[in-house]
């Protein structure tokens, strides 16, 4: 599976900003989904994830209530929508897809991932 990540760009504070990752060679269906990103001098930090049937998702207390995942199966795309951006959201953010057999598991770091997209940046100015 190849993963494009888009949708990046500079907004301000308070604003929002709607991330795609596009996926090509195999269908988004059979794995879970996640959204990463990592800040400058700062580790990958995980945002988010979806469910292999998309029926259930995941967000860290940084993100909760202010990013959605969601996903269009038949499009094979996954999306972040990510509203009252704030400063502290400034980094490259990056789509990724797990194998897995279950319905359930959403991984929540980096390892429970097989491919990646390449990253796109989101900078939120103050």
């Known amino acids: 599976v190849q993963l494009q990540a888009s949708g990046g760009g500079l907004v301000q504070a308070g604003g929002s900003l709607r991330l795609s990752c596009a996926a090509s060679?195999?269908?988004?269906?059979?794995?879970?989904m996640g959204w990463f990103r990592q800040a400058p001098g700062k580790e990958r930090e995980f945002v988010g994830g979806t469910s292999r049937s998309g029926g259930i998702t995941y967000y860290p207390d940084s993100v909760k209530g202010r990013f959605t995942i969601s996903r269009e199966n038949a499009k094979n795309t996954m999306y972040l929508q990510m509203n009252s951006l704030s400063a502290e959201d400034t980094a490259v953010y990056f789509c990724?897809?797990?194998?897995?057999?279950?319905?359930?598991?959403?991984?929540?770091?980096?390892?429970?991932?097989?491919?990646w997209g390449q990253g796109t940046l989101v900078t939120v100015s103050s």
């Open positions: 060679g195999g269908t988004i269906s059979n794995n879970v």
């Open positions: 990724a897809a797990g194998t897995t057999d279950s319905n359930y598991y959403i991984p929540r770091n980096r390892h429970g991932y097989d491919y």
